[in-house]
């Protein structure tokens, strides 16, 4: 298999969580978020990082962080629904609204998967 599955177009909108109920604003460094940066909760939507073509749609509770010292602070999610593992880098860079510092220090400090 050949080229980026990664798809931009179209999906770096607002939101309101499933989970916590905030409203989630776009990226502004050109990625798509794909979860709350108050709770840090997804949802089950992409088969392919930005595709939305996932018609799962449960909500994917953070489970663990990992740091990758290519893509930095990975968030670890589990989807409530079917069980799908997925990972989704952290926005702490963002200057709207930056992913909660805290609940990632949290998530360090639980038992890995």
Excluded: Y
């Amino acid at each position: 298999m050949t080229g980026r599955r990664f798809t931009v177009q179209g999906t770096n909108n607002s939101f309101i969580c499933a989970h916590c109920g905030a409203e989630i604003l776009p990226l502004q460094n050109g990625s798509v978020r794909n979860h709350c940066p108050h709770c840090l909760h997804s949802l089950h939507v992409d088969i392919f990082p930005g595709d939305r073509a996932c018609e799962c749609r449960g909500v994917m509770e953070p489970v663990a962080v990992e740091n990758s010292g290519k893509k930095g602070w990975m968030i670890v999610h589990r989807c409530q629904k079917c069980r799908h593992v997925g990972r989704n880098r952290a926005a702490l860079d963002d200057p709207q609204q930056p992913d909660n510092w805290d609940l990632i220090v949290d998530l360090s400090q639980l038992p890995r998967l």
